[in-house]
């Protein structure tokens, strides 16, 4: 929306010219606060959900430390509760709006080494991602709330470590960052895929939600992150499940405050 021309006189298409340069500069400047407004009410979205533990999760967490507790083992203990500690203290920075990409996937197994002990041999995650992508800049919060919703919504209960899958993988294309996160189970009927995908382009996060925080809001903050430069796609698997592939550029520098 930039637009530079040298002056056209003082005449009809001098006055037309000027005209029309202020006019950009003013469609320029509303799009740039509406730009800065929706970043703003997705970051508000983000420290709102930081500022929120989970009740169910935490009062889970807190009773299987507790169980262990009491059969003495304090070693197991002591590293639950260090990932207990370390999983609030990431949540406790609502100014953050980009982390590592190291500080995300150890958010990650923090949460997953906890679910770990309600759930014994009940389920399998893989994380692979090259050490020589750890500094790379990342949105906050985009890997485990899909983690959270494989839970709820993917994972059954007393069933084997293979029928309960969760794969993250990561790698660079080019100067493009990869992440792809698929679950196992069942695959998605046609209706309930066409109201996934309607609820996330309306606003709905009731479907494959997390505290508020749905993959319509994965979605729309890596779009304002990466001014709209970033892919989020989702998929229905032919061996089941759901995927979902996001793209964006890679940086080693914060891309928004």
């Known amino acids: 929306m930039t637009v530079s021309f040298d002056s056209l006189g003082n005449d009809e298409f001098g006055v037309l010219g000027r005209q029309f ?11 740039q606060r509406e730009y800065k407004l929706a970043l703003e009410n997705r970051t508000n979205e983000l420290r709102a959900l930081q500022a929120q533990t989970n009740p169910h999760f935490l009062f889970n967490a807190l009773q299987s430390i507790g169980t262990l507790a ?7 203990v002591y590293r639950l509760i260090t990932q207990l500690s370390s999983m609030m203290r990431y949540t406790m920075h609502p100014e953050e709006s980009m982390v590592t990409l190291k500080r995300e996937i150890e958010h990650l197994n923090s949460y997953i080494r906890l679910q770990d002990v309600r759930f014994p041999n009940q389920f ?27 839970f709820k919504h ?7 470590a293979l029928a309960n899958r969760f794969d993250v993988m990561i790698w ?9 996160c698929e679950n196992s189970g069942r695959s998605l009927t046609t209706e309930e895929w066409e109201r996934v995908m309607s609820r996330i382009e309306q606003g709905d996060s009731t479907f494959y939600d997390t505290e508020g925080t749905g993959l319509r809001n994965i979605r729309d903050r890596l779009m304002l992150n990466y001014n709209r430069e970033a892919e989020f796609m989702l998929a229905t698997p ?14 080693d520098e914060g891309v928004a405050s």
Do not use: C, H, W
């Not at 993917?154 to 084997?160: A, C, K, N, Q, V």
């Not at 995927?243 to 964006?248: E, G, K, L």
């Open 21 to 31: 340069k202020r006019m950009i500069e003013r469609i320029d400047d509303l799009i």
């Open 70 to 76: 009491l059969k003495g083992d304090g070693k197991t």
């Open 124 to 150: 399998q995650v893989n994380v692979s991602v090259p050490q020589d992508l750890y500094e790379l800049i990342v949105t906050k919060m985009i890997l485990k709330p899909l983690e959270e919703n494989f």
């Open 154 to 160: 993917g994972f059954e209960r007393d069933g084997s």
């Open 172 to 180: 660079m294309e080019g100067a493009t960052l990869v992440i792809r």
């Open 238 to 251: 032919e061996t089941g499940g759901f995927r979902i592939m996001m793209r964006f550029p890679a940086t």
